[in-house]
């Protein structure tokens, strides 16, 4: 099944890597909250997935994103404190980043933290190799 293009949707829309370890993880966390405003979720990664008119795959896979309900789109920290803005225990940070002056610094740690991604990605996925492979071996000791 298709997933809709964003344009159809009057929701704070959340473009993601799914295929990102490190991004799977903290869009599960604020997945599993009740957000104070229509939220939808598009993860960019599959290939199914119809991104905004005019997009490339790599563009949206590179940073975070987010498409605000009049079609604006924004990226990194500017699309970060939208989407705490939205959630329930995360609005005060959303609220703090749209003070004067905040968004910036918050883009300057962002683009910092992109710089470290590749590396934290490829640790992320070793260790979760490890757990795999030793939950695998445990499971294999037990009888049902």
């Known amino acids: 099944m298709k997933t809709p293009p964003p344009d159809s949707c009057d929701a704070l829309t ?3 890597d ?8 903290e869009v599960g966390v604020y997945r599993d909250l009740d957000p104070l405003e229509p939220l939808r979720w598009l993860d960019v990664s599959a290939l199914d997935a119809q991104l905004p008119e005019g997009a490339d795959r790599a ?25 705490w803005s939205a959630l329930p225990g995360w609005r005060w940070l ?12 918050l883009e300057l740690m962002y683009r910092f933290f992109l710089r470290l991604r590749p590396r934290l990605q490829r640790f992320t996925i070793a260790l ?7 939950d695998q071996s445990g499971s294999k000791g037990k009888s049902g």
């Open 18 to 25: 799914g295929a990102c370890p490190l991004c799977r993880r």
């Open 128 to 134: 979760e190799r490890k757990k795999s492979s030793s």
């Open 59 to 83: 563009t949206y896979m590179a940073r975070f994103h987010v498409r605000q309900a009049d079609g604006t789109m924004l990226s990194g920290a500017a699309a970060f404190v939208a989407l």
């Open 94 to 105: 959303g609220r703090f980043g749209r003070l004067p002056g905040v968004t910036p610094v």
């Open 14 to 16: 959340v473009l993601y």
